[in-house]
């Protein structure tokens, strides 16, 4: 053991010894976090980032889509396809 092992809260180390149990073939269930003890653990930080990246991701998406729909790049028969299906039911499907 390390020593950092031996500074672990009483929480981390119930974790871990439930990811070594988890490794061992036993079956307990894992427990979905809620979104407030995501932030706790990461921090605001990492969640502020993670918020930016996924808006980035999706102008990129929508920046190549546009780019496609207007006929500046080319487009395969799914991209074709999706275009038709988003024009036919609007953006709130995607």
């Known amino acids: ?3 950092h092992d031996v500074t672990l809260s009483s929480e981390e180390a119930e974790q ?13 269930p894992k427990k979905r ?3 407030e003890e995501v932030v706790q653990r990461l921090g605001v930080e990492s969640v ?9 991701r999706r ?3 929508e ?3 546009s780019r496609m729909a207007s006929g500046r ?3 395969s028969p799914h991209s074709r396809h999706v275009l038709a ?6 953006e709130t499907m995607f």
């Open 1 to 3: 053991m390390s020593s």
């Open 16 to 28: 871990s010894g439930n990811e070594e149990g988890n490794a061992g073939g036993a079956s307990t």
């Open 33 to 35: 976090l809620s979104f």
């Open 48 to 56: 502020r980032l993670y918020r930016q990246r996924r808006e980035e």
């Open 59 to 61: 102008a990129q998406a």
């Open 63 to 65: 920046e190549t889509f």
């Open 73 to 75: 790049i080319a487009m």
């Open 85 to 90: 299906e988003r024009e036919k039911y609007g």
